[in-house]
């Protein structure tokens, strides 16, 4: 997801940095972002839901009450895999 984000940026000649999908999305020509937008319903909601997966599920002391794998399951998994999909396949439109 964050790959492909920061690909479209460089399709259009840009650089992105850092891990944050929002901002990735944000940070994209207002023409591109605004046609991603148009391709993903409720965009920047499923960037949200992405962003703060990001640290807790790949570090083991970020939750204060054990590790990852005792907060997130198979139905977080699976809607994350959803939102992912959507932009990613919306992303590799916008670049073919």
């Known amino acids: 997801m964050e ?3 920061k690909g479209l940026h460089l399709r259009h000649g840009q650089q992105a940095w850092g891990h944050g999908l929002g901002r990735s999305w944000r940070e994209l020509p ?6 991603l937008a148009v391709s993903v319903s409720d965009l920047e909601d499923r960037l949200r839901i992405l962003d703060a997966l990001y640290i807790p599920t790949r570090n083991p002391d970020s939750l204060p ?3 990852p794998t005792d907060h997130f399951g198979r139905l977080q998994s699976e809607d994350a895999l959803r939102h992912a999909r959507s932009i990613v396949d919306a992303i590799a439109a916008a670049l073919a």
């Open 3 to 5: 790959k492909a984000l």
């Open 65 to 67: 009450d054990g590790p």
């Open 30 to 35: 207002p023409a591109v972002a605004a046609a």
